[in-house]
């Protein structure tokens, strides 16, 4: 079932909003749990254009910190830019300052020819725009997007604390918005590097948790596996991957980071960061798995066809096998290339015109055999009585991975993937919930049960709802006892934007929380008990 959005009131989410002052009373429908006492942090662009200059793709708007706070059945809304370098410059000079992700910063008209030609050549100053995701690191928080550069916030008045070098730390050239976190706070993430004689390869950090003499935990980060990558100067894009009790699983994509393009393009032209992808479109897309503690990478080489990929779902092992699920988008085109705001802000006949065009989603269920013999060739390793998918061995070594689809709908992506991940992260698990994109449109929270495939949805016309975050009830017993967070836009209504409590179980409506502001589009975030 696809709905319609003729009157275009998608729009309004991608439209600048001013910060707050002070926390906004929501008007309450409908009750909130008892167990919600903490806040709910999400982070997406809140600034669109600065001056007369516009941001041109949807990760360039400037990062606003967004929190629902909980007390005594009330909620307050509140927001704050983070005053990264990014804002903070742009704000001060009316322009935009620092070359975002599709959107290049000319140098100051002002300057003079000579002090203009020398800037080219100072390097690029990388943004610190961290408008993806927030996470805890010890007892510290940290708005972030993929860049090297973190941004310590305080969660509670959502003032901007410190920025952060990751490079000061540890050989990485970005970390990935999207850590796993372990239940004693150790944190886990990856990014690509230059190693030796300037190869490239991707790193997996591991950051410990809280230090018993109060140290920064940062400080005590360290590299525990190195995955190598395919090309030599030409890292595959990366923004998440998969860890399961004892492994972790990193999947390399056809969409490539032209690392000499991306290197000269700051010196030459208008260029910006999305001008230096580019599709391999004979590589197909490899599978890489490592060993957890001590980290070991396994040299076995797996591959599938040509799958664009953001989120992980889940990752675990069963009876020797790594079984991992993810959002797929079938092909090597990058879809990023549809996030353009020009696209998605389109009227509605537009924006479908464009989406028949991109990539297909698909979540996708892959399983790897860690018990591989060479004389198996042209058998299907997986012996998995649950799942059709498949590892088959070929003559060279290489092992093709066939996946298991889970979901399927033409221009319909189940994306922005959660799960009860306190309790089911790397753990065999039933459910995950996420957010239905309608030819890139998002409207509508879904269900999925991974084991039947069977699907629930939310949805009301003319309303566009953000990642759902799952809230476990505190005496739950059930994988899906609890609730889901969403932040909805309804542009039409008189109090255009609420946040909505729903029933995990049959995504039946709990409560909603309405305030009388816009919220533009929010990507990732959490709930902060």
Not at 191 to 203: I, Q
Request: hydrophobic residues 35%.
């Amino acid at each position: 079932m696809s709905f319609e959005h003729p009157a275009g009131g998608y729009r309004k989410i991608f439209e600048t909003c001013e910060e707050l002052s002070e926390p906004l009373p929501a008007t309450v429908t409908g009750r909130i749990p008892s167990f919600l006492k903490g806040s709910l942090l999400r982070l997406g662009p809140g600034l669109f254009e600065v001056g007369d200059e516009p941001f041109y793709h949807l990760f360039d708007g400037q990062a606003l910190m967004h929190k629902f706070d909980f007390k005594n059945g009330q909620v307050t809304y509140y927001r704050k830019f983070v005053r990264t370098d990014a804002y903070v410059r742009a704000i001060t000079e009316k322009r935009v300052v620092i070359t975002e992700f599709g959107t290049f910063a000319y140098p100051d008209p002002c300057k003079n020819i000579f002090s203009r030609f020398f800037s080219y050549f100072k390097g690029v100053e990388v943004t610190d725009n961290c408008l993806v995701n927030v996470y805890p690191v010890g007892e510290d928080f940290y708005a972030v997007t993929e860049t090297n550069y973190i941004t310590k916030v305080n969660p509670d008045t959502l003032e901007t604390l410190k920025k952060v070098d990751m490079c000061n730390y540890i050989n990485i050239n970005g970390v990935t918005a999207h850590p796993h976190i372990e239940s004693d706070g150790t944190v886990y993430n990856i990014g690509n590097c230059m190693g030796k004689g300037a190869t490239l390869a991707y790193n997996i950090v591991r950051i410990p948790p809280t230090q018993k003499d109060k140290s920064d935990p940062i400080e005590k980060s360290k590299v525990v596996v190195q995955f190598p990558s395919a090309e030599r100067f030409k890292p595959s894009y990366v923004h998440s991957f998969g860890m399961s009790e004892n492994y972790f699983v990193f999947v390399e994509t056809p969409v490539k980071i032209n690392l000499l393009k991306f290197l000269s393009a700051w010196s030459i032209r208008g260029s910006n960061y999305m001008d230096c992808f580019e599709s391999n479109e004979g590589q197909g897309t490899l599978f890489h798995i490592a060993k957890k503690d001590p980290g070991e990478y396994i040299d076995l080489k797996f591959k599938g066809a040509p799958i664009g990929m953001f989120h992980h779902i889940n990752t675990y092992e069963d009876q020797g096998f790594i079984v991992f699920d993810l959002c797929a988008w079938k092909g090597f085109e990058f879809v990023y290339n549809y996030l353009w705001l020009a696209n998605l802000r389109a009227n509605w006949e537009e924006v479908k015109k464009a989406a028949m065009m991109a990539p297909q989603p698909e979540v996708r269920r892959y399983v790897i055999p860690l018990d591989v013999h060479k004389e198996e060739q042209g058998k299907n390793l997986v012996s998995l009585p649950y799942t059709t998918a498949t590892a088959v061995m070929h003559a060279d070594g290489m092992i093709w991975l066939e996946p298991e689809v889970l979901f399927s709908g033409p221009r319909q992506a189940f994306e922005f993937p959660q799960i009860n991940y306190n309790r089911y992260g790397g753990k065999n698990y039933t459910y995950t919930y996420g957010l239905g994109l309608n030819h890139f449109i998002p409207d509508r929270i879904c269900k999925l049960n991974v084991k039947t495939k069977e699907t629930w949805v939310w949805q009301e016309p003319d309303s566009y709802p953000s990642e759902p975050l799952f809230v476990q009830t505190p005496d739950g017993i059930d994988e899906d006892d609890g609730v889901l967070l969403t932040i909805v836009a309804a542009p039409g209504s008189q109090r255009p934007a609420y946040l909505l409590i729903l029933n995990a179980k049959d995504l039946s409506e709990v409560a909603r929380a309405e305030v009388e502001c816009n919220i533009p589009v929010t990507f990732h975030g959490m709930y902060k008990s």
